[in-house]
């Protein structure tokens, strides 16, 4: 199941510390956000705070707070969404549930007031005034196209998913009571005021969402109230709740949430499967059965012992291999990621252009940040004796309406190829631009077949002269260049593809896993 994105937290003082503490004034600060490139989107996103200040003395530590006086960022944080947003959403089909949750905090409790069914205007505008409901609107990002564009580009940055939730508060209300979530949240403060209470983690960087009582959690150890172009930090874990004050306009915030199952824990559970598995190919010890009764046994230090040597086994065995190791997280999060931002149709996602890669071709991969390489079981093979296989996911065809939705339907998109292919995969993905005739295959028409697959993939582009260009300094600069903008870059393209053309190890599968 794709993961849902969640708010969340993390501080450590006992008593209340003052905002002024971490406020920091953006003095001139940025108008917009800077697409250029991942880092630059996260970067203007956290400024005027610097990106190692806060991977080394915020992230998974403590909040952040950061409040601007910036009518710029302020008009811009604003479009991303407003109240008068939900009229021609609801008019698009949404659901209670799914795409829409109403709740209210009544006496430390959240009371949910969702109706059934699809969700009309008019009554969740009544909700709103009358019963000083908060609306949570699941997901913007699916319907925003400026959110998107946020979102894909910090999934780029972090290599995790990245959910959000938009939450609409009356006047003197709150919606939910104080809680922790199990994801790094980041809160952008779009319209009104929002009065947030930030309390220390009684589990640091936990693992699950919880409620507290409010006689459990102390007294806060930051508290402030976030006006438009504002931004709060905080690590999951922390305990949080959050109000609009009475005499106030409502308040909209959007929070941008990642980091969900994504730690050390997490990628050795995933990792040690696979491991096991050869290990145990080519060691018989660990294909012998264990003692009789084991199992029926509370304690068994002989067992223990044994467990102990095999662990130092594996770890004797992963020390320093550059083995690419199979990965089910790495396929979990490109299956269910957002596909790359565009404009218009998106034909540059789905079509492959310009001229066929031939041997004489020079190709660079594309759309890097949106691919991964991994090696699992040929999964067309359902006996013991299965090769390995190298596979190729890709997003450039996921589709957004889905995102982060949990829906059982979602596809894996891309590639597969016998593992003697991999080093010349590696290649072309360590490499600015790389030769079709230097890659590390026994043949020729592997190496053609091999580029083909990734050209009708949409996931290489090449040009004729592009080898003339790499000979020279100048040459080398502009491929060193054009590395660096994510490789969302193409030449002109031509509709120009034959199924006659395509390799036999090129598949598209659905996936019957998750």
């Not at 894909?152 to 006047?171: H, I």
């Not at 693992?207 to 690590?235: C, N, W």
């Not at 730690?263 to 598995?277: E, N």
């Not at 054009?482 to 034959?498: A, I, K």
């Amino acid at each position: 199941m794709p993961k849902k994105a969640k708010p969340a937290g993390t501080g450590k003082e006992e008593g209340p510390v003052p905002g002024k503490q971490l406020k920091m004034e953006a003095a001139g600060g940025p108008s917009t956000l800077n697409f250029s490139c991942p880092r630059g989107l996260f970067e203007s996103l956290i400024s005027p705070i610097k990106t190692e200040t806060f991977f080394k003395e915020f992230w998974e530590q403590k909040p952040l707070i950061i409040q601007r006086d910036d009518p710029a960022l302020a008009t811009y944080y604003q479009s991303l969404f407003k109240l008068s947003d939900l009229k021609s959403l609801c008019s698009r089909g949404v659901y209670y549930g799914r795409d829409i949750n109403v709740c209210r905090c009544v006496n430390g409790k959240k009371k949910v007031l969702n109706k059934d069914g699809k969700v009309h205007f008019l009554q969740l505008r009544k909700d709103f005034d009358h019963k000083r409901a908060t609306i949570q609107f699941h997901q913007p990002q699916r319907f925003k196209d400026e959110l998107w564009k946020i979102q894909e580009k910090l999934e780029c940055y972090f290599g995790s998913l990245v959910g959000s939730n938009v939450y609409m508060t009356p006047a003197g209300s709150q919606g939910l009571p104080p809680h922790y979530d199990d994801v790094e949240v980041f809160v952008l403060q779009l319209e009104g005021e929002k009065h947030w209470r930030l309390y220390h983690p009684t589990v640091p960087l936990a693992r699950q969402y919880s409620v507290e009582a409010e006689d459990r959690i102390g007294r806060p150890t930051h508290e402030v109230m976030l006006k438009p172009g504002d931004l709060l930090y905080f690590p999951r874990g922390t305990i949080h709740q959050a109000d609009t004050p009475p005499g106030l306009a409502h308040s909209t915030h959007v929070t941008i949430s990642t980091y969900q199952n994504n730690s050390w824990g997490d990628f050795l559970l995933d990792t040690i499967s696979g491991l096991v598995m050869d290990t145990a190919k080519e060691d018989m010890e660990f294909r012998a059965g264990i003692p009789r009764q084991l199992l029926l046994v509370e304690t068994a230090a002989v067992g223990t012992r044994r467990l102990s040597g095999f662990l130092r086994k594996l770890a004797d065995r992963l020390e320093g291999t550059d083995v690419l190791l199979s990965s089910d997280m790495k396929k979990d999060f490109v299956m269910n990621r957002l596909p790359p931002y565009y404009e218009g149709d998106g034909a540059e996602l789905s079509t492959p252009g310009g001229q066929v890669p031939r041997l004489d071709s020079v190709v660079r991969l594309q759309f890097k940040d949106h691919v991964i390489l991994t090696v699992g079981p040929d999964q067309s093979r359902s006996d013991e004796t299965q090769d390995k296989m190298v596979y190729v996911y890709h997003s450039l065809k996921n589709r957004r309406e889905l995102h982060m939705m949990g829906n059982e339907e979602t596809e894996c998109h891309g590639l597969r190829f016998p593992l003697s292919h991999v080093d010349a995969l590696k290649q072309i993905w360590n490499s600015s631009a790389i030769s079709v005739k230097d890659l590390k295959l026994t043949t020729d028409e592997e190496k053609e077949s091999l580029v083909l697959s990734l050209w009708t993939e949409c996931l290489i582009q090449l040009h004729n002269h592009f080898h003339k260009l790499l000979v020279s300094p100048l040459g080398r600069l502009i491929c060193h260049l054009q590395s660096g903008l994510n490789g969302t870059q193409s030449f002109n393209r031509l509709s120009y593809y034959s199924p006659q053309t395509r390799p036999y190890y090129d598949l598209k599968w659905k996936n019957e896993e998750v």
